[in-house]
């Protein structure tokens, strides 16, 4: 066997060292671990629908007549009518052709990289983009150009070095995940137009929370499929259930069916979740006062940390993150905010960059502005 445990040793010594807290309640807002009860603001339950009863509902009567397991891949026999309910409806959703499901948001955007991209082709994106990006660039075998965060200025000049009449695709988070800020998505859209590029955005932490009717930020930009031709989001996050979906034109999805083996070799997810998902973008659609809430909630924590005088990100999402800096001093506050029973996760590297370890505050419809004041108490006494 590996010799693994000083590797072990070195990480804990170094604050990278991570740690499983055992949930024993239902997702939200408030966390029962280890018999006490936590006020938590570290869900990506954005919108409270996480354990909503009519959610819950709708996935005990799939159960009931669909069984748990869908017992083969969608290209087999796995594929149901609720599946592909729920696929269409996130097509009409999002204002797309054609959607397809797929069972987490990592395996979407390896099935993306991988069914459109090959070893002469060039892929782009942004330094801070989420793993699962990267990851997917990597294993395409595709040349991967990486452009700093946001610098639209520098993205061009990449665009315009890298001339090549192989295929050149841009990928980047909609909403990035450590620091809550968006993607220039107006400019981005426009320069992958003007080099032949085709733009493709991660909305997982978008999708629910931005635009009107909770379309995520590419109904907040009034970016169509023409201008932003690929779109992945997650399910498990304001949604409320679980899996991802990629949304696009008739030709992408088609050819994603057709070559995308983290499609092709996985067993389909639960019909059961695809009800819940169904009834869960009806509450979005419908439910309006749950962005709202959560704007309002936003706000009223950055007023909050600033006359704390907390340096804030230039974040108008759930994600507002607390800069610290050195590992250890991150973990501490974060453990001293457990002691007052609050949880608010540390994030260190390799998640977020060097000197950059984080307390990421995320905020859920679900929370009252006492919950938002418990914390700005806690932390003005830290």
Same mark, same amino acid.
Not at 13 to 20: D, F, I, K, Q, V
Not at 78 to 101: I, K, N, P, V, Y
């Given at each position: 066997?590996?010799?693994? +445990?000083?590797? $072990? %040793?070195s +990480?804990?010594?170094?604050?990278?060292?991570?740690?499983?807290?055992?949930n024993?309640s =239902?997702?939200g807002?408030?966390?029962?671990?280890?018999?006490?009860q936590?006020?938590?603001?570290?869900s990506?339950d954005?919108?409270?629908?996480?354990?909503? /009863?009519a959610i819950?509902?709708?996935? %005990?009567?799939?159960v009931?007549?669909?069984?748990?397991?869908?017992g083969?891949?969608? $290209?087999?026999?796995?594929?149901?009518?609720?599946?592909? #309910?729920?696929?269409?409806? $996130?097509?009409?959703?999002?204002?797309? #052709?054609?959607?397809?499901?797929?069972?987490?948001?990592?395996?979407a955007?390896?099935a993306i990289?991988?069914?459109?991209l090959g070893?002469?082709?060039?892929?782009?994106q942004d330094? $801070?983009?989420?793993?699962?990006?990267?990851? =997917?660039a990597?294993?395409?075998?595709? +040349?991967?150009?990486?452009?700093?965060?946001?610098?639209?200025?520098?993205?061009?000049?990449q665009?315009?070095?890298?001339q090549?009449?192989?295929r050149?695709?841009?990928?980047?988070?909609?909403?990035?995940?450590?620091d809550?800020?968006? =993607? #220039?998505?107006d400019?981005?859209?426009?320069?992958c137009?003007?080099?032949?590029?085709?733009c493709?955005? !991660?909305?997982?932490h978008?999708?629910g929370?931005?635009? %009107?009717?909770?379309?995520?930020?590419?109904? !907040?930009?009034?970016?169509?499929?023409?201008?932003?031709?690929?779109l992945?989001a997650t399910?498990?996050?304001?949604?409320g259930?679980?899996?991802?979906f990629i949304?696009?034109s !008739?030709d992408?999805?088609?050819? *994603?069916?057709?070559?995308?083996?983290?499609?092709?070799?996985?067993t389909?997810? /639960?019909?059961a979740?695809?009800?819940?998902?169904?009834?869960?973008? !009806? *509450?979005?659609? @419908?439910?309006?006062? @749950?962005?709202?809430k959560?704007?309002? *909630?936003?706000d009223?924590?950055?007023?909050?940390?600033?006359?704390?005088?907390?340096?804030l990100?230039?974040s108008?999402?759930?994600?507002? /993150?607390?800069?610290?800096?050195?590992?250890?001093?991150?973990?501490?506050?974060?453990? +001293?905010l457990?002691?007052?029973?609050?949880?608010?996760?540390?994030?260190?590297?390799?998640?977020?960059?060097?000197?950059?370890?984080?307390?990421?505050?995320?905020l859920?419809?679900?929370?009252e502005k006492?919950?938002?004041?418990?914390?700005?108490?806690?932390l003005?006494?830290?």
């Amino acid at each position: 066997m590996f010799e693994l +445990k000083s590797e $072990l %040793v070195s +990480k804990r010594e170094a604050g990278l060292y991570r740690e499983r807290r055992v949930n024993a309640s =239902a997702q939200g807002v408030h966390s029962l671990i280890e018999g006490k009860q936590y006020l938590s603001f570290c869900s990506n339950d954005y919108l409270g629908l996480a354990n909503h /009863p009519a959610i819950k509902k709708a996935f %005990v009567d799939a159960v009931e007549q669909y069984g748990v397991g869908s017992g083969a891949a969608h $290209l087999i026999n796995g594929h149901s009518q609720l599946h592909h #309910d729920c696929e269409q409806r $996130l097509a009409e959703f999002t204002g797309r #052709d054609r959607a397809l499901l797929f069972s987490n948001g990592y395996t979407a955007n390896l099935a993306i990289a991988s069914a459109l991209l090959g070893r002469k082709d060039l892929v782009f994106q942004d330094r $801070l983009n989420h793993a699962s990006l990267i990851d =997917a660039a990597r294993l395409s075998g595709a +040349k991967l150009v990486r452009y700093r965060h946001n610098d639209t200025g520098h993205l061009q000049r990449q665009l315009e070095h890298h001339q090549s009449s192989s295929r050149k695709l841009l990928m980047t988070d909609g909403v990035f995940s450590m620091d809550g800020d968006c =993607a #220039d998505l107006d400019n981005i859209s426009q320069l992958c137009t003007a080099n032949n590029a085709c733009c493709m955005v !991660d909305d997982a932490h978008g999708f629910g929370v931005l635009g %009107v009717n909770g379309g995520g930020l590419l109904e !907040d930009l009034d970016l169509n499929q023409q201008q932003v031709p690929i779109l992945m989001a997650t399910l498990g996050k304001a949604v409320g259930t679980a899996g991802a979906f990629i949304a696009g034109s !008739d030709d992408l999805i088609e050819t *994603l069916i057709q070559q995308a083996r983290p499609y092709i070799y996985t067993t389909a997810s /639960p019909s059961a979740i695809s009800a819940a998902t169904l009834c869960s973008l !009806d *509450l979005i659609e @419908r439910e309006n006062w @749950r962005r709202q809430k959560l704007a309002e *909630l936003i706000d009223y924590l950055r007023c909050g940390l600033s006359a704390l005088e907390f340096e804030l990100m230039a974040s108008n999402t759930p994600i507002q /993150p607390i800069i610290i800096g050195d590992n250890q001093r991150a973990l501490a506050i974060s453990e +001293k905010l457990l002691k007052q029973g609050l949880l608010v996760t540390a994030i260190r590297p390799p998640t977020v960059p060097e000197g950059s370890a984080r307390l990421r505050v995320t905020l859920s419809a679900a929370h009252e502005k006492q919950d938002v004041d418990k914390l700005l108490n806690a932390l003005n006494k830290l």
